[in-house]
């Protein structure tokens, strides 16, 4: 499997109109999404303190006809699991949550990882009706634009697993 360039997911995630990306630091991601995205114009970064805020925040962009994207661990994911059912899966806002698999193994699919915390979470996507994609590999970026955009078109959430540290190129 390939890495995954970070710059190659910013560009989806351009491409996917999204004007803020939403974050908490995330150290899965920190290196090839969060620094680069730091000295960008476009999108906007806007630090948050608490992942259910950053939902909130997405919540009303969406309602301004603004798209965003929420860039989280699945930690702190899973410490927002009230506010994603009641903010995005019961009012149906498209909420796009980039989340980094905190720990897990490359090339080991989340449901089979050693980690409890990694495993447990396409089962919790599943119980709640949220889709999610996994973004492991190069391939697997084109994915990303295409869940944004259906996320928006369908207003309900989405969700990007990242399996594995994204390189800063």
């Not at 661990?73 to 980039?98: F, H, K, W």
């Not at 492991?136 to 295409?146: H, L, N, R, S, T």
């Amino acid at each position: 499997m390939s890495d995954l360039s970070g710059a190659n997911i910013i560009q989806q995630i351009k491409a996917g109109g999204v004007e803020f990306v939403i974050s908490v630091p995330d150290i899965t991601t920190a290196a090839g999404l969060l620094t680069p995205l730091e000295t960008m114009a476009s999108p906007r970064l806007v630090r948050v303190c608490k992942e259910d805020e950053g939902i909130g925040i997405c919540a009303g962009l969406a309602h301004a006809g603004k798209r965003a994207l929420l860039l989280i661990q699945q930690t702190g994911m899973l410490d927002s699991i009230n506010a994603i059912r009641g903010v995005a899966v019961e009012y149906s806002l498209p909420i796009c949550m980039m989340v980094g698999l905190l720990e897990k193994e490359p090339d080991v699919r989340p449901r089979e990882s050693k980690r409890y915390g990694v495993r447990i979470v396409e089962p919790i996507l599943d119980a709640m009706g949220i889709d999610y994609h996994e973004i492991e590999d190069e391939a697997d970026v084109a994915k990303i634009k295409p869940a944004i955009d259906a996320a928006y078109a369908q207003s309900k959430p989405v969700v990007l697993l990242i399996g594995r540290r994204p390189t800063a190129s």
